[in-house]
Structures are given as C-alpha cells and as structure tokens.
C-alpha cells in the first residue's frame, strides 16, 4: 500500500511563489506516473499536473502552463511541484496522487480523478493580498 504525504503549503502573496512537495512510503509507485491536484471549497477537483516515469512528456492544466513545474525525484521517493506568479484564485488544497496505469500516459485520462488510485491528504495554499 502507498502513503502519500504532502508539504509545502501555506501563504503566499499574488506573483509569489510556493514549492510543494509530496512523499512517498510504503509499496512506492516510482514506475507509475505520478500527479498534482487541487481543490477550492465549493468546486471539483481541478487537474494541475502529471509527471511519467522518465523521457516522457509532462502535462499541464491549461490555467497553470508557464508558472508551475512538476518533478520527481526517484532516489527520495518524493514528487515536487513549483509553483510562480501565484494567483488568488489558486487558494485551494492541493493532492498529490498515483495515477493507476504505469508506463506511457494517455492525455485523454489524465485530468480525471478517477484515473489515480493513492491520494494525500493535501496541503493547503491561501494566495492573498
């Protein structure tokens, strides 16, 4: 079984920037493509982004392409998400998640929360004046 833990969160001022991070433990997935999400209170999970293994593509959801970036580190076991030009309504928790099919990603499934089958707990980030 995989434990996912993330950290990194808090506050941040509009255009400032926050590195999450999210460790992994137990029955490590590093073969699987791992992904970022958020949620806002009163809204559905939102897709940010997802990381494959190795020497494959990396996928954004459109609202953060240019300011956010996903790695991983397989030696640490830890998945990592930096996050620029931070925006208020970007307030939200953010999850880090396993997605349940290793090797080549498909776009076609990949903002789908049903995909990903190991959740966090979350970290909070409050963007704000």
């Known amino acids: 079984q995989v434990q996912l833990v993330e950290s990194g969160g808090g506050e941040a001022r509009p255009g400032g920037s926050l590195r999450l991070s999210c460790a992994a433990s137990?029955?490590?997935?590093?073969?699987?493509?791992m992904g970022w999400f958020r949620q806002a209170p009163g809204k559905e999970r939102e897709f940010v982004a997802i990381?494959?293994?190795?020497?494959?593509?990396?996928y954004y959801g459109d609202s953060v392409k240019g300011r956010f970036t996903v790695s991983r580190d397989n030696a640490r076991k830890t998945l990592y998400l930096e996050m620029n030009n931070l925006k208020p309504e970007e307030t939200a928790l953010y999850y880090c998640?396993?997605?349940?099919?290793?090797?080549?990603?498909?776009?076609?499934?990949?903002?789908?929360?049903?995909?990903?089958?190991?959740w966090g707990q979350g970290t909070q980030v409050t963007v704000s004046a």
């Open positions: 998640a396993k997605f349940k099919t290793p090797g080549v990603i498909d776009p076609l499934r990949i903002a789908d929360p049903e995909q990903y089958d190991a």
């Open positions: 137990g029955r490590v997935p590093m073969s699987y493509p």
């Open positions: 990381i494959p293994t190795i020497s494959q593509t990396t």
